[in-house]
């Protein structure tokens, strides 16, 4: 069922038709697949910051248009997506400032990437006291992991908080393939190929196990700049141990998914990436830091193992344990995708925006 007839919904962020498919219009893409978003209207003010650049004016301009469209359309519901970074957050301020004073007008505002730990010292000043009442506004804000969060509190004191996820973009069907337990362990990496996302740890960890016995392989889903300097690292690539597929996405992202033993996700710093999402969906126990939302979705021996950032010997120690005892696997499998259902698949989202609307009729 879609929206009920005095629910009118504004979801202001990056236009699922914009050509710019990062963190924030990802999420805003899925949410339109929702029933409860079905008659939703977006609004995008652009972005400085996106592939898809606007300009500063052009911004200006259509946030001075947005205040006339928002009381035109006496929307019950205003959902801002943001990122935490100086432009996003002035940008967020500016729209704050021109969304109306109503009360049966319900604004919630979801921050995507970044931290306000790392805002410049000016800014959260100035959210601490002249646009303090603007994020008061504000029904509730809503964080993609408690670091975030943590952040926010002591900045915007006084303001309701809460924790949002990221949800898969497909269906909520298994993508289970059983494993046969004598082949090699099958290593999955998806991500940018840059630094940050652990890919070098990733790589150096499957050189030292494939080395010693050859039972281990490695999957490399995902393009970057990085790619060069890996591939004179890439020992194994010969024997077929050692796979890169570039940027993939469709079924042969779900079948590299299917194919897999193990996520590993050994990145500096992460939000929710949607590489884990996609995983516990497969029922694919993971190997990762604790960055962001990592924290809660990686339990050790429950969903997998956590690591400390940039520590090889954590993460090969970390896949010894499952190539040796292969049999952790299978309820580790079987726990990803319980929680999948519980927490990221399309229906509990679904639950979760119906509550946020007052139109959820499930427990």
């Known amino acids: 069922m879609g929206m009920e007839p005095d629910k009118k919904v504004c979801i202001i962020g990056p236009s699922p038709d914009s050509p710019y498919q990062g963190g924030v219009a990802t999420h805003i893409s899925t949410l339109k697949t929702l029933a409860c978003f079905k008659d939703a209207e977006?609004?995008?003010?652009?972005?400085?910051?996106?592939?898809?650049?606007?300009?500063?004016?052009?911004?200006?301009?259509?946030?001075?248009?947005?205040?006339?469209?928002?009381?035109?359309?006496?929307?019950?519901?205003?959902?801002?997506?943001?990122?935490i970074y100086t432009g996003s957050i002035i940008k967020l301020l500016l729209i704050l400032a021109i969304l109306p004073n109503a009360d049966n007008t319900k604004i919630h505002v979801f921050y995507h990437g970044g931290r306000f730990q790392s805002l410049p010292a000016w800014l959260?000043?100035?959210?601490?006291?002249?646009?303090?009442?603007?994020?008061?506004?504000?029904?509730?804000?809503?964080?993609?992991?408690?670091?975030?969060?943590?952040?926010?509190?002591?900045?915007?004191?006084?303001?309701?908080?809460?924790?949002?996820?990221?949800?898969?973009?497909?269906?909520?069907?298994?993508?289970?393939?059983?494993?046969?337990?004598?082949?090699?362990?099958?290593?999955?990496?998806?991500?940018?190929?840059?630094?940050?996302?652990?890919?070098?740890?990733?790589?150096?960890?499957?050189?030292?196990?494939?080395?010693a016995d050859g039972q281990v392989e490695l999957t490399v889903a995902g393009d970057g700049p990085a790619y060069p300097e890996l591939s004179t690292m890439c020992k194994y690539i010969s024997d077929g141990a050692l796979r890169f597929l570039g940027h993939v996405s469709g079924e042969t992202l779900e079948q590299a998914y299917r194919e897999a033993d193990l996520l590993v996700i050994p990145s500096y710093h992460e939000a929710f990436p949607y590489a884990a999402i996609e995983a516990m969906r497969a029922g694919l126990p993971m190997i990762s830091t604790?960055?962001?939302?990592?924290?809660?979705?990686?339990?050790?021996?429950?969903?997998?193992?956590?690591?400390?950032?940039?520590?090889?010997?954590?993460?090969?120690?970390?896949?010894?344990?499952?190539?040796?005892?292969?049999?952790?696997?299978?309820?580790?499998?079987?726990?990803?995708?319980?929680?999948?259902?519980?927490?990221?698949?399309?229906?509990?989202?679904?639950?979760?925006?119906?509550?946020?609307?007052?139109?959820?009729?499930?427990?």
């Open 42 to 83: 977006v609004i995008d003010p652009g972005s400085i910051h996106s592939n898809n650049k606007t300009g500063i004016v052009s911004i200006f301009r259509s946030l001075t248009g947005l205040k006339q469209r928002i009381l035109l359309g006496r929307f019950t519901h205003v959902f801002v997506n943001t990122s």
């Open 124 to 211: 959260s000043v100035l959210l601490s006291t002249l646009c303090l009442r603007l994020m008061h506004k504000v029904r509730m804000h809503h964080f993609l992991s408690k670091i975030q969060q943590e952040g926010f509190v002591p900045v915007c004191k006084g303001c309701s908080v809460g924790l949002f996820a990221n949800y898969a973009q497909g269906d909520d069907i298994w993508l289970r393939h059983l494993k046969s337990q004598n082949a090699p362990l099958k290593l999955l990496f998806v991500g940018r190929l840059v630094k940050e996302k652990g890919i070098f740890e990733a790589l150096e960890a499957f050189n030292r196990l494939h080395g």
């Open 290 to 363: 604790s960055s962001g939302a990592l924290e809660m979705l990686v339990e050790d021996g429950v969903t997998g193992f956590k690591i400390p950032p940039r520590d090889v010997s954590a993460l090969e120690k970390a896949i010894r344990t499952i190539l040796e005892n292969r049999e952790l696997l299978k309820p580790m499998s079987d726990n990803c995708y319980e929680y999948f259902k519980a927490h990221l698949s399309k229906s509990a989202a679904e639950q979760y925006y119906s509550r946020l609307l007052g139109t959820c009729t499930v427990a």
